[in-house]
């Protein structure tokens, strides 16, 4: 069979069209799987104070915790181990969240919580900002980061029902 002058420009066309494909594809390939592995990435467990700091003070929105040469002091008083309640914010770590993830929360922020953490040999606190949503807590830790943290409410901020009843009589 033999290819009127037609037949051989469509050859050469597929034949073109083919061989920027082969070139282009392992560009294509590596710019997908680099879009994912980046997303990914993005979804990394980090730290809501930087390792190194010691929390002398922290400010919870009903209570406070004061480090002092005999222990923790608290205002108002309680009866639970407050070390526990340092400790727990501590070594608190969450996923970062995106931009991205971020707006699409934004409508669910309602109530904010404000703690000040204030670390040894540091002027100023940490302010962070805490919402609380149904399944995670959502921390701005005050240096841009935005954390989504899965605890229990009284782990973060205990009740203060917890506080000594003999207090009171």
Known sequence: MRLTRRGWNNVIIIGVLAFI???Q???LLRDRFTATSTVSASSKVIPLFIQDRIIRRLVLPTMTFQQSATGWKSQPLVAFDIAAV???WQTLKGTQISQQQLSVLKKQLLLPY???AWFVGLPQPQRITAY???HFWLLNTGTGDWL????ADDLLFPPLSSKLSLLSE
């Open 21 to 23: 494909a082969v070139i």
């Open 86 to 88: 340092i400790a727990r």
């Open 148 to 151: 989504a943290v899965t605890v």
């Open 114 to 116: 404000t703690v000040e």
């Open 25 to 27: 594809l392992p560009e």
């Open 132 to 134: 609380q949503l149904s």
